[in-house]
């Protein structure tokens, strides 16, 4: 007889989905198909020629270490040189610091399995980011969204919040996803403040701090934390686990990300690790080490910057002509999305559909509010498409979001 | 104050430890050691130059792909290939019936997700795979072990402990970490029919298949299910989910594995995956494709099997010429391991230490006993050193182990 597999999977896969995002993606592989709702990093800027460079130096140099077992927390030289790096940004830290993980999503399941009993709270931000409520999900994670104005999470609700008892807060600083929005200066030092008084860690997923286009650099909410803790003897030991990736920076397919905390705690992540895949791919962590030498890293940053500013500006520019009134957006000062709000009673799912009947797709909102909400909201990606591509988009969505709107 | 992470942790994280085995590595790190603890394959087959033009192929070829987010049940002509492959081993199934995994660890722990509630049992082999507990110890797995014999695990034990009620059989079948010993034909298909007979699935773990140099090639456990149950269409639709890895036949440190299973099983499997780190590198899958193609892996794998016979050779017999009579080993018809017997009393755990005085080492065996037992067991590598090395790292230890049994 056949087995019955559905009656044999654990609690936890009870309600567990494909995440919306990767079957809407599927939607939209039809090549006439002007998608923004990816959140895809533009492939006109890989350094195909670089990595491939590295790639050879990373075979030619280390040919065992690259295709060999590994530590599970990471090759030590790259480790150490994000540390050199974080002291840029005003973190001081140590390799032992650091642990380098299969991507950030990684990072996030981890940290679900560190931390989260089932039922246990998470403080996240309304919207959030889709793949940490995916990844937690699997823990049994429940949330509080905590809501959002131009400066980022709202100071007075995160308290209310925190009174209401979390295993940690997730906060996405710098252009969030999906809002573009970034946290200023001010709610970071409240942030750090807050969660020391009610003694709860913090998760900054930072992907995006390093692709900024206007504006100045804030310091991270872990520099901001190491700072108000005072002394740092080069081991950062304070509240605030700190994630960034490669994928931004260099390219998504290579899986290379890291989680900055407390040398106590990720030791445990470490631990965690070794059952979850026993290491990242070690030739992948040498090649990104070897093209990341020489300044190339700082140089190549500058290409995507100024690509994807360029990008923005076409997708604004076409929106402030194509967009009708009664629909309004965030201006993020760089990373790679930016929110759209409809009018209220607008249902961006119900209008999904006719936007890919048009060749045009998004993200309806829905689905990064962790507990409802957002209904008349989406997502949109600048970085995917060329500046001609997106004003054309634009134009197609513009002409559907104004029959909707004024066709009653 | 400091976060007092230790309060923090989720309940799973309790009794979670570093592997014992990646500790004892840590040991053996001196280079007047000879180690036979870890499980490494000889960086002497490594693939090097074809790996590296696989590599070069891969980006110039598919620069996008290579760089880009890929797909989480992994690159299509991969998946394809392998469902290709598997027909040779007389097990037919399609691209659907497949998912890439981010090694073979990957696998075990998105299975351990899929399937087990806290408190769940699994039956294992007794000795088993560490990595196996190590997964599922998070998932809070019980155990219940199986004796095996020179043909493998007992079938009327196997018996017993289904009777006992559990979530699945794991069975590593072919030269098994750590035991070095072969699940007959004859228990394969007395372990399909139990199987089935009690409805509970049976996780076949196969990294060393290929890597036999004695005797004839057997049926996997999977394609033994698949002739059971008669009509197959090209989807494999059975009790058996088969993992294998590139990680013994190309290179462990690319982290490339595979699982093959029920079209709906592998669905939900891959459900799990989006959350724990949304795909494997597409760069790592696309380049070994690349370099599987035009018959160069099987070509390879001969080199794999001469090397590794040769140094199963040595082992074997400068343990018939130094280890004294009391003690006893497997002899593996292929794969990477054997097992030794001490005389019953005598602790290997205790003799590790004064091993690694005299620069030998090895892996206690207790370390794969689910539930207790197997002190007086060690695991020994035989892949990773040099035949030369080998006899003068079993000349060390067949002296202690002699100085230990005579002593009194």
Redesign the interface.
């Known amino acids: 007889?056949?087995?019955?597999?559905?009656y044999?999977?654990?609690?936890?896969?009870k309600g567990?989905?494909?995440?919306i995002i990767?079957e809407l993606l599927k939607l939209t592989q039809k090549p006439e198909m002007i998608s923004f709702a990816?959140?895809?990093?533009s492939?006109e800027v890989?350094p195909?020629d670089a990595?491939?460079a590295a790639?050879?130096r990373a075979?030619?140099v280390h040919?065992?270490?690259?295709?060999?077992?590994?530590?599970?927390e990471g090759y030590a030289p790259l480790r150490e040189w994000i540390a050199e790096r974080s002291g840029r940004y005003g973190l001081k830290v140590s390799a032992a610091n650091i642990s380098i993980t299969?991507?950030s999503?990684?990072a996030l399941?981890l940290l679900g399995?560190?931390?989260?009993?089932r039922g246990?709270r998470v403080i996240v931000e309304n919207p959030t980011y889709l793949?940490a409520i995916?990844?937690w999900?699997?823990?049994g994670a429940e949330y509080i969204p905590v809501p959002m104005d131009e400066n980022g999470m709202i100071t007075e609700e995160l308290e209310k919040a925190l009174r209401k008892g979390a295993?940690f807060i997730y906060a996405l600083p710098n252009f969030q996803n999906p809002s573009g929005v970034t946290l200023s200066l001010q709610r970071r030092q409240a942030l750090v403040e807050l969660a020391?008084r009610y003694?709860v860690?913090i998760i900054e997923d930072d992907p995006y701090g390093q692709i900024r286009f206007d504006g100045e650099d804030l310091p991270t909410i872990a520099s901001v934390d190491s700072q108000y803790r005072g002394k740092n003897d080069g081991f950062y030991?304070?509240?605030v686990i700190y994630l960034s990736t490669f994928?931004k920076l260099?390219?998504?397919?290579?899986?290379i990300a890291w989680a900055i905390g407390?040398e106590?705690?990720i030791k445990?992540l470490?631990?965690?690790k070794?059952?979850?895949?026993?290491?990242?791919?070690?030739?992948?962590q040498i090649a990104v080490h070897e093209v990341s030498q020489g300044g190339f890293l700082d140089e190549h940053v500058k290409l995507i910057r100024a690509t994807y500013k360029e990008r923005r500006d076409a997708m604004l520019e076409a929106m402030d002509e194509l967009f009708p009134a009664e629909v309004t957006w965030t201006r993020p000062q760089g990373g790679m999305f930016l929110f759209v709000h409809l009018p209220k009673g607008m249902d961006a799912t119900e209008l999904f559909e006719k936007a890919v009947e048009r060749n045009v797709a998004y993200v309806p909102g829905a689905a990064f509010h962790a507990v409802g909400g957002g209904e008349n909201t989406m997502r949109m990606n600048f970085s995917y498409s060329t500046p001609d591509t997106i004003r054309e988009g634009i134009a197609r969505l513009g002409e559907l979001l104004k029959e909707e709107i004024y066709k009653s």
């Open positions: 007889m056949e087995t019955p597999w559905e044999r999977y654990a609690y936890r896969m567990m989905k494909s995440s990767r990816g959140g895809l990093p492939p890989f195909v990595f491939k790639a050879m075979l030619d040919p065992e270490k690259a295709l060999q077992y590994g530590t599970t299969s991507g999503q990684q399941d399995r560190l931390f989260l009993n246990d793949g995916q990844a999900n699997a823990y295993k020391d003694g860690p030991n304070g509240n994928s260099l390219a998504p397919g290579l899986r407390a106590t705690m445990k470490v631990q965690a070794q059952g979850a895949d026993l290491h990242t791919s070690s030739f992948n």
